[in-house]
């Protein structure tokens, strides 16, 4: 049981250069998320799906945008990376949106550094 | 501005010891709490909840007390393993739903045999 798949690991890009990161989960979750980790700040939500065909933004949703192509399926776009965007990213996902009860389950995480 | 604070950045304790990690908030309306565990290179796994209608949850070795007035939480872990040794997240909830999911910045715990 795979649980929540992320690729790249590591990615290094150019400021201006584009990127796809990718996330797959086989738990049947409905609800699924992208946060970013950067020292001294915790896990912040960028975006987050609560289930198939929906995406909202979280806490810094600014130079993302996100798809939800299927259940399983989650991407995180950066159209134009900057340096700020240089980070530690983590997709996640969740039995159920709204339900207090149920606990994230994350991917390893995609190192991301841009120059 | 953090709502979630985790002001001990490392703690070290000896195996066999209690370990306590502590973490503070500041919105009134967080009702739910969560610890997540890290090692390197991989994703935070969840370890124990609890619910602001309590104020202890115990699981095993870990055991979360809740203070609502103080707005402050602990993690005890008891005993410390060399195995616990690893990052500690902190994380509180508004409502219900993971997109009101708020992180602390963590605490490095070291367990020396």
């Known amino acids: 049981n795979a649980g929540v798949t992320q690729t790249p690991k590591f990615q290094v890009l150019k400021t201006g250069q584009s990127m796809t990161l990718q996330c797959a989960q086989d738990m049947n979750h409905n609800s699924m998320y992208w946060y970013r980790q950067d020292p001294g700040m915790g896990l912040r939500l960028i975006y987050y799906?609560?289930?198939?065909?929906?995406?909202d933004k979280g806490e810094v949703p600014n130079g993302y945008n996100v798809s939800r192509l299927n259940k399983r399926e989650f991407s995180l776009r950066l159209e134009s990376a900057a340096p700020s965007q240089t980070s530690v990213y983590f997709c996640a996902s969740s039995v159920t949106p709204g339900r207090i009860a149920s606990p994230l389950h994350f991917g390893n995480g995609t190192r991301l550094t841009v120059t | 501005d953090q709502q979630v604070k985790q002001n001990s950045p490392s703690l070290s304790v000896q195996e066999g010891r209690i370990s306590i990690l502590n973490c503070d908030y500041t919105n009134s309306m967080f009702d739910y709490f969560l610890w997540y565990k890290k090692y390197p290179a991989e994703g935070p796994t969840f370890l124990i909840s609890?619910?602001?209608?309590?104020d202890k949850n115990e699981d095993g070795r870990f055991t979360v007390f809740l203070n609502k007035s103080a707005k402050h939480l602990s993690l005890h872990i008891v005993p410390s393993q060399p195995g616990d040794s690893a990052v500690y997240f902190c994380a509180a909830s508004e409502g219900t739903g993971a997109n009101n999911l708020f992180f602390g910045t963590g605490t490095r715990l070291t367990v020396i045999p």
């Open positions: 609890i619910s602001s209608i309590k």
């Open positions: 799906s609560a289930s198939e065909g929906t995406t």
